[in-house]
């Protein structure tokens, strides 16, 4: 179509001021760095040099012939820039920059170099948010909305290069190991495994119920993966995308990275076997310690290798002397004590008869210590129920009748022996509370184990039972398979003991994986008391990642998916594995490492925000594009979908 020269006229005149094109232009002519500033120290003095990047810093005015700047390339690494020429004069923090010039040593440096300008060009003008921003530059911390310039901290270019280093070692070492990285969809159907799903419209309508129809973003590529065992493929895995609508913490994110991968053929142990194989190199070569510790079988601290691979310790092991499924093992000697051989016994609930107690030794050494420790394990915001007791010996009465304090909730047939075996000194303090029994203990974690997670969180725990800075793994096995369904929920009220209930159960991980074959028949008489063919790797309190042996029965599979975890609709659900399995699927076991939290622990941060390019709010928002958004009406409606009327 010919445009008539009036009609464009007219048209170019309801457009904005085409920019000028000899300043606009000049943007584009780009010549590319020759160095990069942390290679600068090779070159030779007086060389000339082109590097590009942003001005740092507001220049200073030396005097009126001299200039001091800061140029930042892009690295996050800087250079200073002498200016003779007042070719900084109109610079201001963040322009994009071309600056050409000779290098010459500082003056106040033996080593160091700095670059003699001799000609600038900007590339791109900042405007004055970046200037206005420079105390929150200072800290590291931007407001999440500026994430792009946070990036571009030397520290955060540190971080997005030692994630693709880690990515690749990844890669390198499952290629090398048989593995073959697949790809499975994204867009999957809803099924029940656990957390929340995000749902994506389609403009499809059920052709029975004329009801409109949703993809669902995997919570994990579980069923796939297994379909892909299926299909014949030997080892499997992927850095897989998942998605859980779930709420956030430090270490949890709607969207996330996990190394995911299945093996046919083989146990669980196959499988640990290879993830041992994958990461503990990793921390040899990416963590700050260089190394990665466990316990020996003497209970001592080892470093991983050959001869000492990383420990086992059961579900009960962990839970009755750590009170939690993931122990920090940096402080190996600070646990739990079941009283029960003691003949003192809780009773105010009759399904929590179990009273524990966990020493604190030489906690204090003054009363306002004391009260300043004191007061933050005694918060009741710490804890999902009850707050432990917390009694600090202050003298030798409090280490004689210490167990008073505990009569409200504890009974003691025989204090006296108890305090002879305790040995309890002044600045010790001794915490206690109650739990269930240790075959059927599902409040996780207990409140001891809460108050001793409180204490190894503070640096004055930190540096009083912590033996080692270093990582330290155990492999946590015998899982309970199943768990009662809680009554409480986040929305209640405060409650002192989690209640249950008696008719209905629910997968303790995920409804795939296999009973402990020791356990069989209980399948059928108790199922609250099978244990699991289920993994999970703990570094330093942080669960790493879990896996499993599978069932690749199809029904045995399909007998938890009706009669015990009672899914009416299940053939509908997962009849796509049912019907794999009955067509000749092989044994087959995987693992799924959290990808993000390991970045973090070998980046040595403690979010996994600090990870991730562009991560979300504590909300679920991506604070830099604005998302999610609301979406008109018009649009919606074309996936058979209707706003509320009320809303």
């Not at 309508?205 to 994990?220: E, G, I, M």
């Not at 001869?307 to 940096?330: F, N, S, V, W």
């Not at 942080?542 to 399909?558: M, P």
């Not at 998302?627 to 706003?643: G, H």
């Amino acid at each position: 179509m010919r445009i008539q020269g009036s009609q464009f006229h007219t048209w170019s005149r309801l457009l904005k001021q085409l920019p000028p094109a000899e300043s606009t232009i000049s943007k584009f002519t780009l010549q590319k760095s020759t160095i990069t500033i942390n290679n600068i120290a090779g070159v030779a003095e007086n060389a000339e040099v082109v590097l590009n990047g942003w001005i740092d810093k507001k220049p200073k005015k030396i005097s009126k012939n001299l200039n001091f700047g800061l140029l930042r390339d892009h690295e996050g690494n800087t250079l200073q820039l002498v200016d003779t020429k007042s070719l900084l004069k109109h610079a201001a923090v963040e322009d994009v920059v071309q600056a050409r010039g000779h290098l010459s040593p500082k003056k106040d440096s033996d080593s160091a170099l700095e670059l003699k300008l001799n000609s600038m060009t900007t590339l791109n003008r900042s405007n004055r948010k970046p200037s206005e921003l420079q105390d929150f530059k200072e800290t590291g911390d931007y407001p999440p909305e500026y994430r792009f310039l946070q990036l571009r901290l030397h520290k955060y270019q540190a971080i997005l290069k030692k994630r693709n280093s880690i990515t690749k070692s990844v890669r390198d070492t499952l290629n090398d190991q048989g593995f073959i990285e697949i790809e499975t969809p994204l867009l999957f159907k809803s099924t029940p495994e656990g957390a929340r799903e995000f749902l994506v419209p389609s403009r499809k309508v059920d052709h029975n119920s004329k009801r409109p129809t949703f993809y669902a973003l995997p919570q994990s590529p579980q069923q796939y993966k297994q379909l892909l065992i299926a299909s014949g493929v030997n080892k499997y895995f992927q850095l897989a995308r998942c998605f859980r609508d779930e709420d956030l913490r430090a270490d949890r994110q709607p969207e996330f990275t996990q190394i995911d991968l299945e093996m046919a053929f083989s146990s669980a142990n196959d499988v640990m076997q290879v993830v041992e194989k994958l990461l503990v190199p990793l921390w040899k070569q990416y963590s700050a310690s260089n190394s990665l510790l466990t316990l020996n079988s003497r209970g001592r601290l080892v470093s991983v290798d050959k001869e000492d691979p990383i420990c086992h310790m059961t579900y009960k092991q962990a839970m009755t002397q750590y009170g939690i499924d993931k122990p920090d093992l940096r402080a190996p000697d600070l646990k739990i004590m079941d009283l029960t051989e003691f003949k003192a016994r809780g009773y105010t609930n009759k399904d929590f008869p179990v009273f524990e107690i966990l020493i604190l030794r030489n906690a204090f050494d003054s009363k306002e210590s004391l009260q300043q420790n004191a007061s933050y394990f005694n918060n009741a915001n710490n804890y999902n129920s009850r707050v432990p007791i917390i009694v600090p010996i202050e003298d030798e009465k409090d280490a004689n009748n210490w167990f008073e304090k505990f009569m409200t909730l504890a009974a003691f047939e025989n204090p006296k022996l108890i305090s002879k075996f305790l040995k309890l000194k002044k600045g010790d303090i001794i915490c206690g509370s109650t739990r269930q029994h240790s075959f059927s203990l599902f409040e996780n974690p207990t409140p001891l184990g809460r108050l001793r997670q409180l204490v190894l969180d503070s640096d004055w725990g930190k540096e009083r039972y912590q033996k080692t800075n270093k990582d330290v793994a155990t492999w946590v096995v015998d899982f309970p398979l199943f768990s009662p369904k809680e009554k409480n929920t986040k929305e209640d009220k405060k409650y002192d003991y989690p209640s249950y209930c008696t008719d209905a159960v629910t997968s303790t991980h995920h409804p795939f994986t296999m009973v402990k074959l020791s356990d069989y028949e209980k399948l059928q008489t108790n199922p609250l008391q099978c244990s699991g063919q289920h993994y999970d790797l703990v570094v330093s309190g942080v669960e790493v990642g879990g896996g499993s042996t599978r069932i690749h029965d199809a029904e045995l599979q399909d007998y938890i998916f009706e009669n015990i975890l009672q899914i009416k609709n299940s053939d509908k659900l997962f009849g796509h594995l049912l019907r794999a399995f009955r067509m000749g699927t092989p044994p087959h076991a995987g693992f799924a490492v959290g990808f993000d939290r390991l970045c973090a622990m070998l980046c040595g941060t403690e979010s996994i925000r600090d990870v991730i390019a562009f991560p979300k709010s504590i909300t679920g928002s991506d604070l830099v594009v604005g998302c999610p958004t609301v979406v008109d009406e018009k649009t919606i409606n074309m996936y058979n979908i209707r706003y509320n009327s009320k809303s």
